[in-house]
């Protein structure tokens, strides 16, 4: 049987975690076309003309962006919600998401992860350790002590589980693959949240495919994520060249 | 009587305007801290931790960028919706206005109204004219291509005003501030619509005060904004010194 989703995207990415882990949650299936950033071919342009991952297909409906596949996730399947019902609460947790997509994807993505990881691995370029070093000394600290001010001492952010937290926890994943570890001592909230958020059987889930995925080249990707049981579709819409650029994040 | 609403941001930002025309369209009053992209003080980085404007403060709840805002209007305020209740049209409307959000931010904004406007408005410097070409002749276009492919024959975007169509509207005005008129031959779904958005009286009241404002020193500006009816606040976090980098939108 063929699930009703189709999601485009790299279970490296922040923003395909987020949206695999509300979909683990909330118990829908999907079939996954893998593909990594950069490597789009002309198909994946048209589908994604900002050339961004992930991409949800829904028969008809194709949609970019992870907050927006969040929503939409959340408004067709009210289980498990992921955002809170009261507006005010519901409108911190929009904040929160968008903070944590737009400043920790230019500080962890588009900084350290990109510099560490991806530009040595896709590109075979080397790092450029003065704008890894000023992401990981000063500006990563500086979006630490803002969400250190915002979250609660324990627990999750609006009392139930939702985008927040998960979308915090989605991205400093990406900060512990080039070996960033928050400091518990100076950004104690954060370092518990996330905690608490890795420990949730979806992130576990996932954690165990990315560890794999990380240390495997692109061509071979496809065959260990079908060997660790994941549902991928039959094309790839990801065998384009890469090209640097822009980080297709969000 | 106070509002119960303060939004801060100039008029003449489209993620400002998308905000007050949702506003308007739902019968909501505010009262208004006009301040410029670039010059908000340290009491305004400390609300706005991506030094970005609109802010909307109500009470003791203070949010960053307009989706979020106005997503939280919607919810707050149902009547005159500004997003669909249909799960899959909604989605749709987030994805578009994300899109314009997004990619019309970095063409019409941060390219064309930067560069023609704001950099000697603000800052004194001279229009780099090849970055302004080039977002005028090759980005804006395929921007253009994309939304025509998106927009219905005529009528609003899902049927009813949506933030879609919003949105599309917001940016285009900016366009047009440094005469940038869309080609109604070449992209005529975008041309009806931008006309059917701009004669709304929402747009309307704001088009009036934008004029004004976009011939007046910042300076002056408070002073327009009262003799033009609009209600200001008494303090302003708008008097920092300008200061370049990144346009600080959202």
Known sequence: MTSQYTIIGNPLSPYVR??????????????LDPIAPFVGNEEFSRISPLRRIPVLIDGELVLND???I?????DAHPQAPVYPADPRQRARVRWLEEYCDSRLGEVI??????????KRFLFNQSTDEAVFA?????????????????????GWITGDLSMADITIASFFRNASFVRYQVDAQRWPRVAVLLQRAWALPAFERLARIEERI?????????????????????????????????????
Do not use: N, W
């Not at 987020?18 to 079939?31: N, P, S, T």
């Not at 993505?109 to 991806?118: A, P, T």
């Not at 000023?134 to 324990?154: G, M, T």
């Not at 990707?221 to 640097?244: A, I």
């Open 134 to 154: 000023k992401a990981r000394d000063r500006e990563l600290p500086q979006a630490l002590d803002y969400l250190q001010s915002q979250l609660p001492e324990q």
């Open 214 to 250: 990380a240390r495997t080249p692109l061509p071979q990707q496809r065959e260990v994520l079908t060997e660790l049981g994941v549902d991928l579709t039959e094309h790839t819409l990801g065998d384009g060249s890469p090209r640097p650029g822009v980080m297709s994040g969000y």
């Open 70 to 74: 969040c929503e939409y996730l959340q």
């Open 66 to 68: 992870s907050t927006v």
């Open 18 to 31: 987020k949206v695999l882990v509300c979909m683990d949650l909330k118990g829908l299936a999907y079939r």
């Open 109 to 118: 993505i588009r900084r350290m992860f990109f510099e560490k990881g991806l």
